[in-house]
């Protein structure tokens, strides 16, 4: 079991940044391709970004790219999500998942194991 928790969200002016850090305990993250999706009010869950388990291949949504990066320090078992340029279209609760070695993927229902969320709120 791998239990991941979410810090770092809260409330920002658009235009502005976040680092969100994602710990992870119970088992190390090395194996684990890592990702961060997010869950705005009414809508569905989609995909951020996501970072292979060698931490050498990523691959961002669109709607980030440019803006976000994701990275992973093995030896701190954690994940981060530096988020720059903050839109009031980023508000949403931000979730952190794990996903067993495999090819990494973009679709939540092929991740193991979630965070609880933090929110993220970006005013305009």
């Known amino acids: 079991q791998v239990q991941l928790v979410e810090s770092g969200g809260g409330l920002v002016q658009a235009g502005g940044s976040l680092r969100l850090s994602c710990a992870a305990s119970?088992?190390?993250?090395?194996?684990?391709?890592m990702a961060w999706f997010r869950q705005a009010p009414g809508k569905e869950r989609e995909f951020v970004a996501v970072?292979?388990?060698?931490?050498?291949?990523?691959t961002y949504a669109d709607s980030v790219k440019g803006r976000f990066t994701i990275s992973r320090d093995n030896a701190k078992n954690t994940v981060y999500l530096q988020m720059n340029s903050l839109t009031p279209e980023d508000t949403a609760v931000y979730y952190c998942?794990?996903?067993?070695?495999?090819?990494?993927?973009?679709?939540?229902?092929?991740?193991?194991?979630w965070g609880q969320g933090t929110q993220v709120t970006v005013s305009s």
């Open positions: 998942a794990a996903q067993r070695v495999g090819i990494m993927t973009t679709r939540a229902g092929t991740y193991n194991y």
């Open positions: 119970g088992r190390t993250i090395s194996s684990y391709n």
């Open positions: 970072m292979d388990w060698g931490g050498g291949a990523t």
